[in-house]
């Protein structure tokens, strides 16, 4: 793990400075009439050799209430549509569109719930770990 957030520092590194440098080309021209703004920021310190980024999209059907889970990959979540009310180690926090979330691999999420009754919410769930792994692990029944 510690190789892959290296060698993910050293790619988003590499983007941030080809995009500031793209930026310090175009300074005296609009490239968009709104600039980028950053919406998330973690440290990493890792390799990408054996790891990877998948990117998924998450529907919350009105009122759904999602049943406990682990994600063993890094995630980081984007609400698209909707607000969303996510359990994560016990600590209940509320997301609205817009907003940006991280979650540590293998924690427990407890749960996600859609706070609307009638429209469904939309998040993007980006995933980065080892390949191959499965983005969501249901969490067994405690008997």
Same mark, same amino acid.
């Given at each position: 793990?510690?190789? %892959?957030?290296?060698? *993910?520092?050293? *790619?988003?590194?590499?983007? &941030? %400075?080809?995009?500031?440098?793209? @930026?310090?080309?175009? &300074? ?12 998330? /920021? ?28 682990? @994600? ?10 909707? #607000? ?8 209940? @926090? ?6 940006? %979330? ?5 924690? *427990? @999420?407890?749960? /996600? ?7 469904? &919410? ?7 770990? &080892?390949?191959? #792994?499965?983005? *969501? ?7």
């Amino acid at each position: 793990m510690k190789k %892959f957030v290296f060698s *993910l520092t050293v *790619l988003l590194t590499a983007f &941030a %400075f080809s995009t500031k440098a793209q @930026h310090q080309e175009h &300074a005296d021209k609009e490239v968009t009439a709104y600039p980028p703004v950053v919406l998330f /920021t973690k440290q990493l310190s890792a390799s990408l050799k054996k790891d990877e980024v998948r990117v998924v999209l998450v529907r919350f059907a009105p009122g759904e209430v999602s049943n406990a889970h682990r @994600h063993p990959m890094a995630t980081i979540g984007y609400v698209l549509e909707g #607000s969303i009310e996510s359990t994560f180690e016990g600590v209940k @926090h509320i997301y609205k569109q817009g907003e940006v %979330f991280w979650e540590e691999p293998g924690g *427990l @999420h407890n749960q /996600t719930r859609n706070l609307s009754k009638t429209k469904e &919410a939309k998040l993007v769930a980006f995933f980065v770990g &080892a390949a191959g #792994s499965p983005v *969501l692990i249901p969490e067994k029944a405690k008997k």
